[in-house]
């Protein structure tokens, strides 16, 4: 459980950092992280950090996928670890 915890501190905290980069990109006009790479992080484990990024920088707040998207994964994986946690 200890490494689950410092896994999913890593990655979110890692989600959230890409986010801001890639705000910051989009607003130089330079090139930019996909949102395949996006929506895989936050699959991965770093949906609250991709949330938490997009909010931060006003940054995919509109795209559907992100809007909507993104918090069905956090929705799936705060019921996996409530299951996990259950055991």
């Known amino acids: 459980m200890e490494y689950l915890v410092l896994y999913l501190g890593i990655i979110n905290a890692f989600a959230f950092a890409i986010m801001l980069i890639d705000k910051r990109k989009a607003q130089k006009k330079a090139w930019r992280i996909s949102e395949a790479v996006l ?3 936050a699959a991965i484990g770093g949906s609250l950090g991709v949330l938490l990024g997009m909010y931060a920088a006003r940054h995919k ?4 996928k992100f809007s909507i998207g993104i918090p069905l994964i956090l929705l799936v994986h705060i019921l996996l670890l409530l299951f996990i946690c259950e055991k």
């Open 39 to 41: 929506m895989t992080v």
């Open 61 to 64: 707040t509109r795209k559907p």
